[in-house]
C-alpha cells in the first residue's frame, strides 16, 4: 500500500480545544485591536472563558473571530477537523456574515437565536467590557461618549441562557459584570416579599395527609 493510499484511509487527526488555542494564536498574531494591543489575547482570553463548556464551544471561542479577521475559511476549517456545529457557531457570531453587518443589535438578536452562540458572544462581550479597556477607550477618544452597545447587548445575550451559564462565563473573564449581573436579576424580580403568605396544606389534600401522619409518628 502506498503512503497516498495509506493516508486517504487513516482518519483525519481530531481537532482539539488546544488546536483551537494554538491556531487561534498564530491566525491573529500580527493583528492589533483598537488600543494597538495585541489582538490575540482578545480571542485567547474568549476562549479560555468557556472552560465549563463542551469542545465545540470551547473551540468556536477561541476560533470566534477567524471568519471576520482571518483569510481562513468554512471548508478549510472543516478540512481541518473542525465540527459542523463549532463552524455553524463561528459563522453565526461573524458580522460579516449577517445580511446587515452594520445593524449590531439585529445581529445580536440572531445569535441571541442560538444558545450556543450566544454563550460564546457573552464571553466576547465580556472581555471588550473589561473596565480598564473601557477606561483606556474613553481616555483616548475623548470626545466620544463611552461604548454602550455592549451595555445594550447583554440583556438580549442574557435571556437565551441560564443565569448559571452566565455566571460561569463572567466570573473567569470580567468578575466586574457579576455586580451588574445581579442587579439586572433583582430588577426583574416583582416578587412582593413583604406581602408573601405561606398558605397552609388543604387537610384533604396529599401534602396535608403526609402532614398528619409525620405527626402522628
Do not use: C
Not at 483569510?71 to 465540527?83: E, N
Not at 436579576?185 to 409525620?214: F, H, I, K, M, Q
Amino acid at each position: 500500500m502506498s503512503d497516498e493510499q495509506a493516508a486517504e484511509q487513516s482518519p483525519a487527526p481530531r481537532f482539539t480545544v488546544d488546536t483551537a488555542r494554538v491556531l487561534a494564536e498564530v491566525a491573529h498574531n500580527r493583528q492589533k485591536d483598537k488600543l494597538k494591543r495585541p489582538y490575540k489575547d482578545h480571542v485567547l482570553a474568549v476562549g479560555d472563558a468557556l472552560a465549563d463548556f463542551d469542545d465545540d464551544i470551547r473551540i468556536a471561542g477561541y476560533l470566534h473571530d477567524v471568519a471576520e479577521d482571518t483569510p481562513i475559511t468554512r471548508q478549510a476549517l472543516l478540512d481541518m477537523g473542525v465540527s459542523v456545529r463549532a463552524v455553524e457557531i463561528i459563522e453565526r457570531v461573524t458580522s460579516r456574515l449577517h445580511e446587515n453587518p452594520d445593524d449590531y443589535p439585529a445581529i445580536i438578536s440572531d445569535i441571541s437565536q442560538d444558545h450556543d452562540a450566544a454563550l460564546v458572544k457573552i464571553a466576547d462581550n465580556a472581555h471588550n467590557s473589561l473596565p480598564e479597556r473601557v477606561k483606556a477607550l474613553a481616555e483616548k477618544w475623548p470626545d466620544k461618549p463611552p461604548v454602550t452597545k455592549y451595555r445594550d447587548a447583554r440583556p438580549v445575550l442574557y435571556a437565551a441562557v441560564e443565569v448559571e451559564e452566565i455566571r460561569k462565563i463572567l466570573a473567569r473573564v470580567n468578575p466586574w459584570l457579576l455586580e451588574e449581573l445581579d442587579d439586572r436579576l433583582d430588577e426583574e424580580d416583582t416578587t412582593d416579599y413583604e406581602n408573601l403568605s405561606y398558605e397552609e396544606p388543604d387537610a384533604g389534600s396529599e401534602a396535608g395527609a403526609e402532614v398528619r401522619t409525620d405527626g402522628a409518628g
